[in-house]
Protein backbone atom coordinates (compact mmCIF):
# COMPACT_ATOMS: atom_id res chain seq x y z
CA UNK A 1 0.00 0.00 0.00
CA UNK A 2 1.72 3.26 -1.37
CA UNK A 3 -0.40 5.80 -0.48
CA UNK A 4 -0.69 8.51 -2.20
CA UNK A 5 2.45 8.50 -5.23
CA UNK A 6 3.62 12.19 -6.82
CA UNK A 7 5.76 11.76 -9.58
CA UNK A 8 8.60 13.76 -10.26
CA UNK A 9 10.04 15.21 -7.05
CA UNK A 10 11.33 17.91 -8.66
CA UNK A 11 11.10 19.24 -12.34
CA UNK A 12 12.68 22.64 -14.34
CA UNK A 13 11.19 24.20 -17.05
CA UNK A 14 11.58 26.62 -19.42
CA UNK A 15 8.65 29.44 -19.98
CA UNK A 16 6.04 28.08 -22.45
CA UNK A 17 7.17 24.16 -22.22
CA UNK A 18 4.59 21.83 -21.21
CA UNK A 19 4.62 19.16 -18.71
CA UNK A 20 2.41 16.78 -16.27
CA UNK A 21 2.56 16.07 -12.73
CA UNK A 22 1.38 12.80 -11.74
CA UNK A 23 -0.79 11.85 -9.20
CA UNK A 24 -1.75 8.26 -8.01
CA UNK A 25 -3.33 6.63 -5.12
CA UNK A 26 -4.21 2.93 -4.13
CA UNK A 27 -6.58 3.50 -1.75
CA UNK A 28 -9.83 4.16 -3.73
CA UNK A 29 -10.53 7.29 -2.79
CA UNK A 30 -13.00 9.37 -4.52
CA UNK A 31 -11.93 12.86 -4.12
CA UNK A 32 -8.44 13.85 -5.66
CA UNK A 33 -7.35 17.20 -5.51
CA UNK A 34 -4.28 19.51 -6.55
CA UNK A 35 -2.72 22.50 -4.26
CA UNK A 36 -0.20 24.35 -4.89
CA UNK A 37 1.80 25.61 -1.75
CA UNK A 38 3.64 29.62 -2.27
CA UNK A 39 5.66 31.51 0.65
CA UNK A 40 3.35 33.02 2.57
CA UNK A 41 0.30 31.70 0.80
CA UNK A 42 -0.44 28.53 2.58
CA UNK A 43 -2.29 25.91 0.09
CA UNK A 44 -4.12 26.63 -2.63
CA UNK A 45 -6.77 24.44 -4.51
CA UNK A 46 -6.17 24.44 -7.94
CA UNK A 47 -8.59 21.49 -9.06
CA UNK A 48 -10.24 18.53 -7.56
CA UNK A 49 -12.23 15.60 -9.13
CA UNK A 50 -14.61 13.52 -7.03
CA UNK A 51 -15.03 10.64 -9.43
CA UNK A 52 -13.66 9.32 -12.90
CA UNK A 53 -14.78 11.78 -15.06
CA UNK A 54 -16.10 14.58 -12.18
CA UNK A 55 -13.38 17.50 -12.28
CA UNK A 56 -14.14 21.25 -11.29
CA UNK A 57 -11.67 24.77 -10.34
CA UNK A 58 -10.63 25.82 -7.26
CA UNK A 59 -8.97 28.97 -6.35
CA UNK A 60 -6.46 29.18 -8.95
CA UNK A 61 -7.08 26.60 -11.68
CA UNK A 62 -5.78 29.21 -14.44
CA UNK A 63 -2.85 27.90 -16.40
CA UNK A 64 -3.78 24.04 -15.36
CA UNK A 65 -6.14 21.36 -16.74
CA UNK A 66 -6.96 17.93 -15.56
CA UNK A 67 -8.94 15.17 -16.20
CA UNK A 68 -9.64 11.80 -14.34
CA UNK A 69 -10.38 8.67 -16.21
CA UNK A 70 -9.52 6.32 -13.33
CA UNK A 71 -10.18 6.13 -9.62
CA UNK A 72 -6.45 5.82 -9.12
CA UNK A 73 -4.88 8.69 -11.10
CA UNK A 74 -5.51 12.29 -11.35
CA UNK A 75 -2.75 14.35 -13.70
CA UNK A 76 -2.48 17.91 -13.83
CA UNK A 77 -1.15 19.09 -17.04
CA UNK A 78 0.81 22.70 -17.52
CA UNK A 79 -0.26 23.58 -20.96
CA UNK A 80 2.33 26.18 -21.83
CA UNK A 81 4.34 26.87 -17.94
CA UNK A 82 4.82 30.46 -16.75
CA UNK A 83 7.45 31.57 -13.85
CA UNK A 84 4.50 32.40 -11.66
CA UNK A 85 3.92 28.69 -11.91
CA UNK A 86 6.81 27.83 -9.88
CA UNK A 87 5.49 26.45 -6.38
CA UNK A 88 5.88 23.66 -4.86
CA UNK A 89 2.54 21.38 -5.79
CA UNK A 90 0.91 18.55 -3.41
CA UNK A 91 -1.76 15.91 -4.44
CA UNK A 92 -4.44 15.10 -1.96
CA UNK A 93 -7.08 12.60 -1.90
CA UNK A 94 -9.45 11.47 0.16
CA UNK A 95 -12.71 8.78 0.82
CA UNK A 96 -15.72 11.22 0.33
CA UNK A 97 -18.46 8.28 1.65
CA UNK A 98 -18.06 6.47 4.70
CA UNK A 99 -17.46 9.08 7.20
CA UNK A 100 -13.81 9.11 6.91
CA UNK A 101 -12.94 12.67 6.93
CA UNK A 102 -8.86 12.61 7.03
CA UNK A 103 -7.27 14.13 3.60
CA UNK A 104 -4.47 12.05 2.77
CA UNK A 105 -1.31 14.36 0.79
CA UNK A 106 1.17 13.34 -1.17
CA UNK A 107 5.20 13.90 -0.74
CA UNK A 108 4.84 16.88 -3.26
CA UNK A 109 6.33 18.20 -6.47
CA UNK A 110 8.76 21.27 -6.89
CA UNK A 111 8.24 23.03 -10.14
CA UNK A 112 10.88 25.46 -11.28
CA UNK A 113 10.36 27.29 -14.36
CA UNK A 114 12.50 29.78 -15.76
CA UNK B 1 -14.80 30.41 0.43
CA UNK B 2 -14.59 30.46 4.16
CA UNK B 3 -11.10 32.07 5.36
CA UNK B 4 -8.68 30.69 7.50
CA UNK B 5 -6.48 32.98 9.65
CA UNK B 6 -3.41 32.22 11.53
CA UNK B 7 -2.05 35.38 12.96
CA UNK B 8 1.51 34.24 14.11
CA UNK B 9 3.55 33.72 11.16
CA UNK B 10 6.53 32.63 13.57
CA UNK B 11 6.52 31.05 16.85
CA UNK B 12 9.61 29.99 19.22
CA UNK B 13 9.57 27.63 22.05
CA UNK B 14 12.02 26.26 24.18
CA UNK B 15 12.29 21.91 24.39
CA UNK B 16 10.06 20.94 27.08
CA UNK B 17 7.83 23.86 27.04
CA UNK B 18 4.57 24.55 26.03
CA UNK B 19 3.16 26.80 23.17
CA UNK B 20 0.06 27.56 21.83
CA UNK B 21 -0.57 28.19 18.05
CA UNK B 22 -3.66 30.72 17.04
CA UNK B 23 -6.10 29.72 14.01
CA UNK B 24 -9.61 32.09 13.91
CA UNK B 25 -12.35 30.78 10.70
CA UNK B 26 -14.65 32.62 9.45
CA UNK B 27 -18.36 30.67 8.48
CA UNK B 28 -21.53 30.84 8.14
CA UNK B 29 -21.98 27.16 8.60
CA UNK B 30 -23.04 24.96 12.09
CA UNK B 31 -21.25 21.96 10.88
CA UNK B 32 -17.48 21.64 9.98
CA UNK B 33 -14.34 20.06 10.36
CA UNK B 34 -11.17 21.93 11.25
CA UNK B 35 -7.35 20.18 11.21
CA UNK B 36 -4.17 21.23 12.07
CA UNK B 37 -1.48 19.85 9.94
CA UNK B 38 2.34 20.00 10.09
CA UNK B 39 5.10 20.31 7.46
CA UNK B 40 8.15 19.62 8.52
CA UNK B 41 11.60 20.32 6.21
CA UNK B 42 10.85 17.59 3.97
CA UNK B 43 7.51 18.95 2.78
CA UNK B 44 5.56 16.18 3.82
CA UNK B 45 2.28 17.29 5.26
CA UNK B 46 1.43 15.10 8.11
CA UNK B 47 -2.14 15.66 10.27
CA UNK B 48 -1.37 16.33 13.68
CA UNK B 49 -4.83 16.37 15.06
CA UNK B 50 -8.85 17.06 13.92
CA UNK B 51 -12.15 18.31 15.68
CA UNK B 52 -15.32 18.01 14.37
CA UNK B 53 -17.81 20.74 15.14
CA UNK B 54 -20.73 19.75 16.18
CA UNK B 55 -18.37 17.83 19.14
CA UNK B 56 -17.99 20.42 22.07
CA UNK B 57 -14.79 17.97 23.62
CA UNK B 58 -11.75 19.21 22.40
CA UNK B 59 -9.42 16.69 20.69
CA UNK B 60 -6.20 15.41 22.12
CA UNK B 61 -3.77 13.65 20.56
CA UNK B 62 -0.76 12.54 22.83
CA UNK B 63 1.02 15.94 23.09
CA UNK B 64 -0.90 17.92 20.86
CA UNK B 65 -4.37 19.41 22.18
CA UNK B 66 -6.80 22.21 20.32
CA UNK B 67 -9.12 24.77 22.00
CA UNK B 68 -12.14 24.73 20.13
CA UNK B 69 -14.05 28.39 20.59
CA UNK B 70 -17.08 27.63 18.29
CA UNK B 71 -18.77 30.91 18.70
CA UNK B 72 -15.68 32.74 18.63
CA UNK B 73 -14.48 30.92 15.87
CA UNK B 74 -11.37 29.92 17.62
CA UNK B 75 -9.18 26.89 16.93
CA UNK B 76 -5.66 27.00 18.84
CA UNK B 77 -3.46 23.96 18.99
CA UNK B 78 -1.44 23.92 22.45
CA UNK B 79 1.91 21.62 21.94
CA UNK B 80 2.71 20.55 25.48
CA UNK B 81 6.16 19.16 26.41
CA UNK B 82 7.54 20.71 23.34
CA UNK B 83 10.60 18.36 21.53
CA UNK B 84 13.07 19.33 18.42
CA UNK B 85 11.24 17.23 15.61
CA UNK B 86 8.15 19.55 16.80
CA UNK B 87 10.43 22.30 14.96
CA UNK B 88 7.71 22.68 11.26
CA UNK B 89 5.38 24.57 9.65
CA UNK B 90 1.49 24.11 11.01
CA UNK B 91 -1.62 24.86 8.95
CA UNK B 92 -5.15 25.20 10.02
CA UNK B 93 -7.11 23.97 7.91
CA UNK B 94 -11.26 24.01 7.43
CA UNK B 95 -13.54 21.72 5.72
CA UNK B 96 -17.17 22.44 5.62
CA UNK B 97 -19.42 19.12 6.27
CA UNK B 98 -22.37 20.30 4.47
CA UNK B 99 -22.70 17.79 1.62
CA UNK B 100 -25.76 19.59 -0.12
CA UNK B 101 -23.36 22.15 -1.49
CA UNK B 102 -21.99 22.24 -4.97
CA UNK B 103 -19.18 19.50 -5.55
CA UNK B 104 -16.42 21.69 -3.83
CA UNK B 105 -17.50 21.18 -0.06
CA UNK B 106 -15.31 18.27 0.31
CA UNK B 107 -11.97 20.55 -0.25
CA UNK B 108 -9.80 21.87 2.79
CA UNK B 109 -9.12 26.03 3.69
CA UNK B 110 -5.84 26.49 4.91
CA UNK B 111 -4.77 29.53 6.81
CA UNK B 112 -1.16 30.44 5.90
CA UNK B 113 1.28 28.41 8.40
CA UNK B 114 2.79 29.19 11.24
CA UNK B 115 6.57 28.64 11.17
CA UNK B 116 7.58 26.87 15.13
CA UNK B 117 10.90 27.18 15.76
CA UNK B 118 11.94 24.53 18.98
CA UNK B 119 15.07 25.41 21.09
CA UNK B 120 17.27 23.56 22.73
Known amino acids: NAGVTQTPKFQVLKTGQSMTLQCAQDMNHEYMSWYRQDPGMGLRLIHYSVGAGITDQGEVPNGYNVSRSTTEDFPLRLLSAAPSQTSVYFC?????????????FGPGTRLLVL | AQTVTQSQPEMSVQEAETVTLSCTYD???????LFWYKQPPSRQMILVIRQEAYKQQNATENRFSVNFQKAAKSFSLKISDSQLGDAAMYFCAYRSADVTLPLGWYALNFGKGTSLLVTP
Open chain 2, 27 to 33: TSESDYY
Open chain 1, 92 to 104: ATGLVSGGEETQY
